[in-house]
T-cell receptor, first 112, second 113 residues
Framework: GDSVTQMEGPVTLSEEAFLTINCTYTATGYPSLFWYVQYPGEGLQLLLKATKADDKGSNKGFEATYRKETTSFHLEKGSVQVSDSAVYFC???????????FGKGTMLLVSP | EAGVTQSPTHLIKTRGQQATLRCSPISGHTSVYWYQQALGLGLQFLLWYDEGEERNRGNFPPRFSGRQFPNYSSELNVNALELEDSALYLC????????????FGQGTRLTVV
């Protein structure tokens, strides 16, 4: 079955540092890939998505590129802020947004 | 516009009891999804309802069930509660089956003692 593996956290960074959160997946065919973010006390919000190989999703300074050859969708940001502190989830779906398969989440902590 | 709302926020039940969780989707959304976020297990897909019908089900026992009402709101029922059912249950809704962004609620924290 489908699975998503992401790096364990917490990831601790200073403000303005470069961020990478690794995500790899196992799935048949060509799934759509997503990054969701969960701020403390809130529900999940879609951060960005990519629906086919070599697509780059981007939002709020975050980027991720769909790499079919390495089955990866790593999340990057050039300069993190304290307000980026949250839990980040990588996910995939074979049919748009329904029945998402999530990774276990990576907590990001950014200090001033 | 109101987002996805879930009730109650917190629920404490005794092992063996039944729990009922409720979800109101965003106005105009016809699909509702339920996910379980258990400690150490990440988010796991439970159920998907669209237009009042169960469309897909995750790898959970039959004591996890639900329904969707004509107004598209949904209930998740968990019978014969077990300690390992303790988790955050998240509901999401979308406007078109499989083609639109799913918006999540803040969840119901179920604790089984």
């Amino acid at each position: 079955g489908d699975s998503v593996t992401q790096m364990e956290g917490p990831v601790t960074l200073s403000e303005e540092a470069f961020l990478t959160i690794n995500c790899t997946y196992t799935a048949t065919g060509y799934p759509s890939l997503f990054w969701y973010v969960q701020y403390p006390g809130e529900g999940l919000q879609l951060l960005l998505k990519a629906t086919k190989a070599d697509d780059k999703g981007s939002n709020k300074g975050f980027e991720a590129t769909y790499r079919k050859e390495t089955t990866s969708f790593h999340l990057e940001k050039g300069s993190v802020q304290v307000s980026d502190s949250a839990v980040y989830f990588c996910a995939l779906s074979h049919s748009g947004y329904s029945t998402l398969t999530f990774g276990k989440g990576t907590m990001l902590l950014v200090s001033p | 516009e109101a987002g996805v709302t879930q009730s109650p926020t917190h629920l404490i039940k005794t092992r063996g009891q039944q729990a009922t969780l409720r979800c109101s989707p965003i106005s105009g959304h016809t699909s509702v999804y339920w996910y379980q976020q258990a400690l150490g297990l990440g988010l796991q897909f439970l159920l998907w309802y669209d237009e009042g019908e169960e469309r897909n089900r995750g790898n959970f026992p039959p004591r996890f069930s639900g329904r969707q009402f004509p107004n598209y709101s949904s209930e998740l029922n968990v019978n014969a509660l077990e300690l390992e059912d303790s988790a955050l249950y998240l509901c999401a809704s979308s406007s078109r089956t499989g083609n639109a962004e799913a918006f999540f609620g803040q969840g119901t924290r179920l604790t089984v003692v």
